[in-house]
């Protein structure tokens, strides 16, 4: 049979093997559960299936529709083809105004409803979602 | 008149670039004293050209000079000094500029401080730092020019992002600069310690200074990055997992990885080649930390300037090297002398070993983590973000055998220990440290299947730490580290098991309950300072015994026209209370967000004493 250096060696190469394909295992794994998908109204509009998971919508606020009471801040996301009501209840980041580029994440309701569980806001005055910019670029 | 002179510094360094790339090769087999003078001349008028640009950019921006258009896009009359010279790297030209003039004085440095190296080595190291230098060069002056002139001359500029124009932020590029900047040397040695036959324990000896220079800039650049988002973003944490943070989060810990490596190199002549490889990692991380930052290619809740035609360049630029890098490890890796001597599984060496095995996993968490979203996007056009709870998952399980080796490696011996030093203190520790986590958890009420042996690792390694500092075996510097370190895991344990967050939306002279205590909106008042409107609140927080007045701000500026809220924070030792407010809509309604974050400081102090180890080890070797 082998010597003991050789079974050890095989033994030391076998589990890091098996280790490797544990994490790979563990990150793709953790990576399902937890990607969180950036859609645009429109496209939750054309969604097939609604998903139960957590989704990020991107665009913008609309004009006059914010909505404020002591527990609740609701508002309506534009991408200027489609909207999306959004309920939110917890704090709302600097740059959140109508008319602004905005993040919602949270879970949708249905095509129309996200009930959202943070509010995100770029950094950038100047920042507009790529679709909206899209959007805006064939609407005009 | 500033334009010009920047343009020609500029060039003058590029030339100088040029002539010692082309003359180096020549160079390479003379020893020559007069050679190395010429080269060092050169090197000279390099630095002192790249500093006149750099002074010439300043003073730009000092004077408002609207001639130059990146003092333009990026500055006003109005703004405060202080933050009109710090807005000369606030923009993506500047910050270049400022990457380049770190680079060209790190190579000076290196000239004067290598003189009793092999002529050889410096030379090749010289020559691939001048080849990065001369990129950057080519880059800036082809695709981002500070000093671009604009005509006919605006009268006033259009401002620099108020969410900037804060003191940490001012003074957290430069410093993770260095510390990205760094990384070039080691990787320029290493190639050139490679291709000269020198990755031996002089080479080790000599590196560990510039190991450790940019470890510790990199870690006091990423503390800055941390605070500052903690108190000007108003989210009350201090990490997000973002993009932007990840890639300074991933040099760090190749860094840390090499620096306990380079240690081994230094002591035991071993981990040749794996040295060499981290030198590469790290620098190529760094690099592409600055690309993808600047590129816009990130998908970022924080990313500033950007513009992805840029990114192009920099995308080559970094093939090219880490190519070129790659065929030379494979070229010149079988010079590498392999002087094996026997090492036996428990010794220090398996402990460095077992360290650098879980950097390279927490590494390769956070780069799938930020890489992922980016590959999914070109692939099938998906738009996603990679959560926290994904960080989360993978390494707080991981995070555990971490801790427990790190207790217990240190204390082992070089070459060969005995398994049954893990002894009857250790086990003492152990069982001590199981009693105060499960008293902990159970008194704050939390049964966590993970909290508890997290918990238990952090005790443990917290006690250990503080024991070591009675052992005279080991150096100083070290144990300073090592107990940052469990101190930082501790803290951060604490903060995220006990932080408590209540927000609402209040008008003036609401008043509302949150756990025993009550928030009471109580004023708002308006004042003007210089380029910017405040409106100031006052919240008064009180409990059964005692109260505290909150007076966080929210900032209106007018060029260009933001909001910004400033937080209120009131630390003490045990906690910290954090209120930030927001302005929603005309009606009167305020979004309020108020926090209780624990042992919020002792994170900050945790990661200042990581850094003063490292400090303290090269204040005592040169001292």
């Not at chain 2, 309604?589 to 400090?615: A, T």
Request: net charge positive; aromatic share 14%.
């Amino acid at each position: 049979m082998y010597g003991k250096k050789v079974k050890l060696r095989a033994i030391f190469i076998l589990s890091i093997f098996f280790s490797l394909i544990l994490i790979v295992f563990l990150v793709f794994k953790s990576l399902e559960e937890n990607v969180v998908y950036f859609k645009s109204p429109t496209e939750i509009k054309n969604l097939t299936e609604l998903t139960s998971k957590k989704i990020r919508v991107g665009g913008m606020v609309k004009e006059k529709s914010i909505n404020v009471n002591q527990s609740e801040v609701n508002f309506v996301i534009t991408d200027f083809k489609n909207e999306l009501i959004v309920n939110y209840s917890g704090s709302v980041p600097n740059l959140f105004e109508e008319g602004k580029g905005v993040v919602a994440e949270g879970f949708l309701k249905d095509r129309n409803f996200l009930t959202a569980v943070k509010i995100l806001a770029k950094h950038d005055e100047n920042y507009m979602p790529p679709e909206v910019k899209e959007a805006l670029k064939e609407s005009n | 008149m500033l334009n010009q002179i920047g343009n020609y510094s500029l060039y003058i360094a590029l030339l100088s670039s040029i002539l010692i790339i082309i003359q180096s090769p020549t160079l390479l087999n003379q020893n020559n004293i007069n050679v190395s003078g010429r080269i060092f001349s050169l090197i000279s008028i390099q630095s002192l050209m790249i500093i006149i640009s750099f002074i010439a950019l300043i003073i730009a921006f000092i004077i408002s000079d609207f001639s130059n258009e990146a003092v333009y896009t990026n500055s006003h009359t109005s703004k405060p000094l202080f933050y009109k010279i710090t807005g000369t790297w606030g923009n993506h030209e500047g910050s270049l500029l400022l990457w380049l003039l770190v680079l060209s004085i790190f190579l000076l440095i290196f000239t004067i401080t290598s003189k009793n190296l092999s002529n050889k080595y410096r030379i090749l190291t010289l020559l691939f730092q001048e080849i990065i230098i001369a990129g950057f060069l080519l880059f800036i002056l082809f695709t981002s020019n500070p000093f671009m002139s604009l005509f006919p001359i605006p009268n006033e500029g259009t401002g620099l992002n108020p969410i900037l124009q804060d003191p940490a932020l001012a003074i957290h590029p430069p410093i993770l600069y260095l510390g990205y900047v760094g990384t070039s040397i080691i990787f320029s040695s290493s190639l050139a310690a490679l291709i000269s036959g020198s990755v031996n324990k002089t080479w080790a000896k000599h590196i560990k200074n510039w190991v450790l220079v940019s470890w510790i800039f990199l870690s006091i650049g990423i503390l800055l990055g941390s605070i500052w988002a903690y108190y000007e973003l108003g989210w009350g944490g201090f990490w997000f997992w973002d993009p932007v943070e990840n890639v300074s989060l991933m040099p760090w810990f190749c860094l840390t990885a090499l620096f306990h490596t380079i240690l081994i190199l230094e002591k035991r002549e071993m981990f040749h080649s794996w040295a060499v490889i981290l030198s590469i990692t790290t620098f190529s991380l760094s690099m592409s930390g600055t690309f993808l930052v600047r590129s816009g290619i990130l998908n970022s809740i924080h990313t500033f300037a950007n513009d992805p035609s840029r990114g192009v360049f920099i995308l080559c630029f970094l093939f090219i090297l880490i190519t070129l890098s790659i065929f030379i490890y494979f070229f010149y890796q079988n010079k590498i002398k392999n002087n094996f001597t026997k090492t036996y599984i428990v010794s220090k060496e398996t402990a460095v070993l077992v360290n650098n095995l879980f950097m390279m996993f927490f590494l390769s968490v956070v780069l799938i983590g930020t890489v992922y979203p980016i590959f999914l996007e070109v692939v099938n056009n998906d738009k996603i973000s990679v959560g926290p709870p994904f960080y989360h998952k993978l390494i707080v399980p991981f995070l555990i055998p971490f801790l427990i080796f790190m207790a217990i490696g240190p204390n082992l011996n070089w070459i060969k220990d005995k398994i049954n030093k893990i002894n009857l203190q250790q086990l003492l520790f152990f069982i001590l440290s199981i009693i105060i986590s499960f008293i902990f958890l159970k008194s704050v009420g939390i049964s966590y299947l993970f909290s508890l042996p997290l918990f238990i690792a952090s005790i443990f390694l917290f006690l250990i730490t503080i024991k070591n500092f009675s052992v005279k075996k080991t150096n100083l510097s070290q144990k300073i580290s090592h107990f940052g370190f469990s101190l930082f895991i501790l803290s951060v344990l604490v903060n995220g098991v006990l932080a408590k967050e209540y927000s609402s939306n209040m008008k003036v002279g609401d008043e509302r309950k949150f756990l025993n205590k009550t928030i009471k909106f109580e004023s708002l008042k308006v004042y003007e300072s210089k380029n910017y409107q405040s409106l100031e609140a006052n919240f008064k927080i009180s409990d059964k015994n005692n109260s505290i007045n909150l007076k966080p701000e929210v900032r209106v500026y007018d060029q260009p026209q933001t909001i910004t809220s400033e937080a209120d924070i009131k630390s003490t030792l045990y906690s910290d209370n954090f209120l930030v407010f927001n302005i929603l809509k005309n009606d009167g309604f305020y979004n309020v967000r108020y926090q209780i974050k624990p042992f919020m400081i002792w994170i900050w102090i945790s990661i200042i004493l990581i850094s003063f180890g490292g400090i303290l080890s090269i204040v005592k070797k040169n001292g």
